[in-house]
């Protein structure tokens, strides 16, 4: 009696949902721009910059690495008359929910925390 062959079967896999964040490699990061190599390890290390680790890679959110960024001189209008080095008026509320608008959406226990966080400081 002869053994039938098995078959291996392997789980397929899904292009993960539209709205996971878009992880980039520290080797990526540094590609785009976001900084040297060693500078965005020692962010990393010191807090400056969230990370996770995917099996043994080190993986950075892109949003993250865009709240690096900020403005290396003063902002200009649309009538480029220079205000000075911060936004004002109806650009700080479109800086304000750009700022928002990055940050993923908070769950209630989050929402809660970071309210007894606040309550705490005043």
Known sequence: MTAAPMS???P?????P??????LSLQEA????????????????DGRLPAVK????V?????????LAVPAG?????????????PCG???GDYVKRLVDAFPVLTPARRAALGRLLDAGA
């Open 74 to 86: 003063p902002v200009v209008p649309e009538d480029h008359t220079v205000t000075g080095d911060r």
């Open 30 to 45: 540094v590609q785009r721009g976001y900084g040297a190599y060693s500078t965005l390890r020692r962010y990393i290390s």
């Open 54 to 57: 995917v099996g043994t890679r």
């Open 18 to 23: 539209a709205s996971a964040p878009v992880l």
């Open 12 to 16: 397929i896999l899904e292009p993960p």
């Open 90 to 92: 109806d650009e700080l």
């Open 59 to 67: 993986k950075i959110r892109q949003a993250d690495l865009a709240m």
């Open 8 to 10: 291996i079967s392997r």
